[in-house]
């Protein structure tokens, strides 16, 4: 079934396969329904079984539970089965046929585009599609507009959803340990992806779970998904870009803690802080290297109160006396001058062991501290401006 391929052959240059191709046309709707009453059967089963389940969840009696969720699991496999077969069933006969509606072409392009990771990428194979399978179902049941039929079945899709996320998500993660582990360079698609699947969740997912849940449990990033918000539509520059990304990791710690685990979203956060650095280099205008400089500022804050001041566990133990000497002294910074001047310093001092790679934004690092009189220019000496920081020198 999945080896089917997308092509669709013109073949109606005879009477017989005209003909052949008009009464396949007028079948297709019964076929049609025929999958659908039985996908909707399906759907009543394993919600059926899911709300058992749920019922019995925290109860007492392990065997019940252990029953009652081997039947749910079963009814979901049978559930996603129907629904895998309706779409090569009706709606690639709809496309071989020319009948299709835009979104159905799409939707067997998507599903043949998540098929093809089987070879390769077995895991995320698994994980999309049973998200692809679900997705689809869940908006026809949308499309009914049956109030009730919906809220019910939103409260199995969202847990199944959140968990297949989850799986996602911690494969990019091991991946990302295992490039890193390997040395391997290139980690941009890896990268990617995760950014790219962040946004899926909190562009389609995130705002089902605001409309159901109470949003009291969500008080915490209402104000995040808002900025995401703006950063949603039109067009966006790489500053603009970079910026979402930096919404959407700070999301991630509220959703995908331990999917999403630490030490991948550090690399994530120093993925963004690189790029940054990159575009205040290269960026030529006065006024927008200045917004882009704002923006590196905010970058670091969030990096360290979201993720370097919950860090346990340090490869170095110098490494976090340094950090702790950083967080208490910021902490305690009356002034976003002084907070200014910390974080430049951190700065300096995390791109130390790579100055030749980052000698240009240190220059510019160097340039502001200057500013600040928090260093002093040398007098004789071409192309140096200042002194290595008090961080440094203790260093």
């Not at 449990?217 to 703006?230: C, G, T, V, W």
């Not at 910390?342 to 300096?348: C, I, M, T, W």
């Amino acid at each position: 079934m999945e080896g089917r391929g997308l092509r669709v052959l013109e073949n109606d240059t005879t009477l017989l396969n005209k003909i052949s191709k008009s009464l396949t046309k007028l079948l297709l709707p019964t076929k049609i329904g025929f999958n659908e009453m039985m996908i909707s059967m399906k759907r009543s089963g394993v919600l059926r079984a899911y709300e058992m389940y749920i019922e019995v969840e925290n109860g007492d009696d392990v065997s019940q539970k252990d029953a009652l969720k081997t039947k749910y699991e079963e009814s979901y496999i049978l559930y996603l089965e129907s629904i895998d077969k309706y779409i090569m069933d009706s709606i690639y006969k709809k496309v071989k046929n020319g009948v299709a509606s835009m979104f159905e072409e799409n939707a067997l392009t998507n599903y043949y585009t998540v098929v093809n990771l089987k070879s390769s990428e077995y895991l995320e194979y698994k994980y999309r599609k049973q998200k692809f399978l679900l997705d689809l179902d869940y908006e026809s049941v949308v499309a009914t507009k049956r109030e009730k039929s919906t809220g019910r079945f939103q409260k199995m899709y969202i847990e199944k959803i959140d968990g297949l996320y989850k799986g996602i998500l911690k494969n990019y993660s091991v991946k990302l340990a295992d490039g890193v582990r390997a040395k391997i360079v290139n980690q941009s698609d890896i990268y990617n992806s995760i950014f790219e699947t962040l946004e899926e969740y909190i562009k389609n997912i995130l705002p089902i779970k605001l409309a159901k849940e109470d949003n009291k449990d969500y008080s915490n990033i209402l104000n995040e998904y808002e900025e995401y918000e703006r950063f949603s539509v039109g067009k966006l520059d790489e500053k603009d870009l970079i910026e979402k990304k930096k919404i959407l990791l700070g999301l991630s710690r509220a959703f995908f803690t331990h999917s999403l685990p630490l030490v991948a979203a550090e690399q994530c956060y120093n993925k963004l802080l690189t790029d940054t650095r990159d575009l205040i280099v290269k960026t030529k205008d006065v006024l927008k290297k200045d917004s882009i400089y704002e923006m590196l500022l905010n970058l670091i804050e969030e990096y360290n109160v979201k993720l370097l001041s919950t860090k346990v566990y340090w490869d170095k133990p110098e490494e976090r006396e340094t950090y702790k000497k950083f967080w208490d002294s910021y902490n305690n910074a009356k002034t976003s001058k002084e907070k200014e001047i910390l974080a430049l310093r951190r700065e300096l001092y995390a791109t130390k062991e790579e100055s030749d790679k980052f000698k240009d934004i240190r220059k510019f690092y160097k340039e502001k501290l200057v500013t600040h009189n928090d260093m002093r220019n040398i007098k004789g000496l071409r192309k140096i401006l200042g002194v290595y920081t008090k961080m440094e020198n203790r260093k």
